[in-house]
């Protein structure tokens, strides 16, 4: 079992003082140019800010990487129907938002952010979301500071509340069977409906990997990278405990140059899609 540990030391493999072109892409650029409103010029220097602020709140990879920047829903074939889908006053959750990009896409494109809730366990990223797309006095998006695990939180006020969930690099900070259960939670808070879906993107491999990391401020942390058999057998598992049935599609792809680091040539992205039969 490889291992590796987070520390705020900027000289790791997965920390980079700039962003290059496969991180600040065109897309991330429009992005922050047209709905940030940050002159050109200015976009990388107010990128570079927000990712240290980020890495003193906690040093994790996707933040060194510049990962905050991935706009990921919009690859899903799914992405039309979904913009569809909250236009017609059905609810999004995006889990572990980070900075929220996902959610100032979906705005950007035409989604209601009435209907768009984003959730992360640090509320300091929540902040710099908004510094990040200076939009903190008019997004309509609701946020929420919470901790999946937590049975009090205010999500869990939320159980049966969402259409759509999106997970990006979210499920794989945990071990497999802390996956199982944080799967069955967020799964939970699906309305209870044929159609309603789970979509997202992780760290994955080819051969299913358990990945040891330590944690600065909690610990201990046990990483599973799923393949695609492993992925697709959990939720068969989750099917047959919880009595709901979930059709799911997974593909693995290489993944960018900065996560490859990690794990040899085992290391892929698996990207999956858990719908609600």
Request: aromatic share 10%; glycine share 6%; proline share 4%.
């Amino acid at each position: 079992m490889e291992k590796f540990e987070l520390t705020r030391d900027k000289n790791v493999i997965w920390y980079d003082e700039r962003p290059d072109e496969t991180q600040l892409t065109p897309a991330a650029r429009q992005l922050i140019e047209v709905y940030s409103k940050i002159p050109a010029a200015q976009v990388e220097k107010h990128v570079v800010s927000v990712q240290q602020e980020a890495w003193e709140v906690f040093p994790y990879p996707c933040i060194g990487q510049y990962r905050f920047l991935e706009l990921s829903l919009k690859k899903f074939d799914e992405y039309p129907g979904i913009v569809r889908r909250l236009q017609r006053g059905e609810r999004l959750l995006d889990m572990g938002c980070c900075f929220g990009q996902e959610i100032r896409q979906l705005v950007a494109d035409g989604a209601p952010a009435e209907n768009i809730y984003g959730c992360d366990l640090r509320e300091e990223y929540i902040k710099l979301g908004y510094k990040l797309f200076c939009d903190r006095d008019t997004l309509k998006a609701k946020f929420i500071t919470a901790n999946i695990l937590d049975d009090t939180s205010a999500l869990a006020d939320l159980k049966g509340n969402f259409d759509i969930i999106f997970t990006g690099s979210f499920f794989h900070l945990w071990d497999y069977e802390g996956q199982v259960k944080v799967s069955k939670v967020v799964a939970d808070l699906l309305r209870p409906q044929s159609g309603s879906m789970i979509l997202g993107r992780q760290v994955g491999a080819i051969t299913a990997t358990q990945l040891g990391t330590a944690n600065v401020t909690s610990g201990k942390m046990d990483m599973f990278q799923h393949s695609d058999e492993s992925f697709k057998a959990m939720w068969e598992r989750i099917s047959q405990e919880t009595g709901v049935q979930y059709a799911v599609d997974t593909r693995l792809e290489i993944p960018p140059a900065g996560i490859q680091k990690f794990n040899s040539d085992n290391v892929r992205r698996i990207w999956f899609t858990v719908t609600r039969q």
